[in-house]
């Protein structure tokens, strides 16, 4: 079974506009981390995003921002006032157990964000 | 940010002929990973390193094997590759990042493999 699934393939936004994507996991962890990346066309992925077991509040970051639901289990990441330059693939990771410097992540299969000017 | 380099970025081989993939990082980092990133895959976790000569295995590391001999290099062999083996491979470190200190992946640019 997936433990981290990402429904939507391709999305397309218009500029300026906010955009949601997709992400629910699975875990019998008490303790768990929750990531995105942003995977642009030149290929280097670049951390956006970390949302604790544990954090109460979402995590924002600039313009981005984690809508938490842990009892849906899901951890949506948000970009609002959407650029050009957000074109890219998007990825929602999960680290099982407590995390500290260690701990792979588990990745969805991502979703690939055009923005339309 | 970690400097990490992976070498080398591009590499087309034969089926059959053994591959090395490099990894080197410059801030004494424990933990490093190597993961394959296929279409409609994500990205799959192939080895992981705790620390010099200690190594695990990850969900896809059939046909693969690592070694770390110093802490910097991280080496991700193909001992004989096949054409499914054709795919983006990532090296990665575990990283404080920002005020927060989330431990967070930092990732090289990736190292494109062609097994023809």
């Known amino acids: 079974a997936q433990k981290i699934t990402q429904t939507q393939p391709g999305m397309f936004v218009q500029e300026k506009e906010a955009v949601t994507l997709d992400c629910t996991y699975d875990t019998s962890d008490q303790s768990y981390g929750l990531f995105w990346y942003k995977q642009p066309s030149s290929g280097e992925m670049i951390f956006l995003i970390y949302q604790g077991s544990y954090d109460e509040q979402n995590a924002t970051e600039g313009r981005y921002s984690l809508n938490f639901q842990k009892a849906r289990k899901s951890a949506n990441l948000v970009i609002s006032a959407s650029q050009l330059g957000d074109s890219a693939m998007y990825f929602c990771?999960?680290?099982?157990?407590?995390?500290?410097?260690?701990?792979?992540?588990?990745f969805g299969k991502g979703t690939k964000l055009s923005v339309k000017p | 940010d970690a400097g990490i380099t992976q070498s080398p970025r591009h590499k087309v081989t034969e089926t059959g002929t053994p591959v090395t993939l490099r990894c080197h990082q410059t801030?004494?980092?424990?933990?490093m990973y190597w993961y394959r990133q296929d279409p409609g895959h994500g990205l799959r976790l192939i080895h992981y390193s705790y620390g010099v000569k200690d190594t695990d295995k990850g969900e896809v590391s059939d046909g693969y094997s690592v070694s770390r001999s110093k802490t910097e290099d991280f080496l991700l062999t193909l001992e004989s590759a096949t054409s499914s083996q054709t795919s983006v491979y990532f090296c990665?470190?575990?990283?404080?990042?920002?005020?927060?200190?989330?431990?967070?992946?930092?990732f090289g640019q990736g190292t494109r493999l062609t097994v023809v």
């Open positions: 990771a999960m680290r099982e157990g407590y995390g500290g410097s260690q701990g792979n992540l588990i």
């Open positions: 801030e004494n980092h424990r933990y």
């Open positions: 990665a470190i575990s990283e404080s990042k920002g005020y927060t200190g989330t431990v967070s992946h930092t």
